[in-house]
């Protein structure tokens, strides 16, 4: 900023502070702040100090919530014999999405990743493990990203639940629906063709 | 948003209000004010109301600022005998950057749009004419766009300033520094070759 607007400056910057938004951006939300009118902008004020106050872990799966139990944890609808371990609550968001699973979730918040000094007792297997009673747990799904970090995640958590007997199976490799092969990796491919089913 | 958690939903709905925020990107932005700290969350929240509170236009050229004068209305190294005609205040910081132009700016805060219903008096045409002392200020830059909206406003200003006898320009047309005249449109092409300067 050249011009010398000091709570403008501030603004800017606060938004080029967030993820993905370079300084023309910010410049554009900063712009489309002042547009707002003094109600909308104490809205948006409020409504970030009150999700950031409200939210937090659910005691049972460690999805983001503002009760004590997450939406899905508490809903007498749902499938008890299975729980779907995913990295972070977005996965949880991109799988309700589908309306496809009926079970339950454990969120990790995060993978074992030594590069960037994560181990296992920074994500939250410890929250995970005391809820697999196999007289009620069926199948563990491991729903990790399929980089190395969530990979190295699953094998772990795998290994770990493996003594007790439960089921754990991994979501599928192969290629993205509505892809062009052409664009799909190596590795993808050598798996989509391991993985191929009979029609 | 599947799982309901209230303040947060809310969260992603306002910054998918933003301009060029879609809801991957209000949500990635969602979750990054979730990762503040309290204070961090509090700032933000503050810098927003704060930003909105303090600033409005300058008395005299219609920029934004949180003073009476904006930084350079009251600045006293400006050459006042020239005045830049934007049409917003982001115009003016582009120009700033380049650090070549040292007059005065008026900004209109938009351009004479009949298909939206923006006509002379929705800009800060009213503000600028008095500004316009022969005496003092001996040249009016018209920098608006060069698109339909901000020629027609700068040909309808040239008209009212023209009977006070000031030079009025307008910002050259060309292609681009660093652009492959390959991209370049015909009526920038065709503007570039009638501007064309002796080497």
């Known amino acids: 900023m050249d011009t010398k607007v000091a709570p403008f400056a501030r603004l800017i910057e606060q938004f080029e502070r967030l993820p993905g938004i370079g300084h023309k951006s910010a410049q554009r939300l900063a712009f489309h702040v002042l547009s707002m009118t003094n109600q909308q902008a104490e809205n948006f004020a409020k409504i970030i100090v009150d999700a950031h106050e409200k939210i937090h872990k659910c005691e049972v799966c460690c999805d983001l919530t503002d009760s004590d139990l997450c939406c899905v944890c508490s809903s007498p609808s749902r499938d008890r014999s299975k729980i779907c371990v995913v990295e972070d609550s977005r996965d949880v968001m991109a799988i309700e999405r589908t309306h496809e699973y009926d079970g339950l979730y454990h969120v990790l918040h995060g993978a074992i990743s030594p590069m960037n000094n994560i181990d296992i007792n920074d994500i939250t297997v410890n929250k995970l493990i ?38 754990i199976t991994r979501l599928a490799y192969g290629v993205p629906v509505g892809a062009n092969l052409e664009y799909a990796d190596e590795y993808t491919l050598v798996k989509a063709m391991e993985g191929r089913k009979e029609l």
């Not at 491991?142 to 970090?149: K, N, R």
Request: net charge positive.
């Open 130 to 167: 005391p809820r697999l009673d196999p007289d009620k747990v069926k199948e563990v799904i491991m729903a990790t990203s399929t980089t190395v970090e969530g990979e190295a995640t699953a094998m772990y958590i795998s290994r770990l639940i493996k003594p007790l007997g439960i089921k």
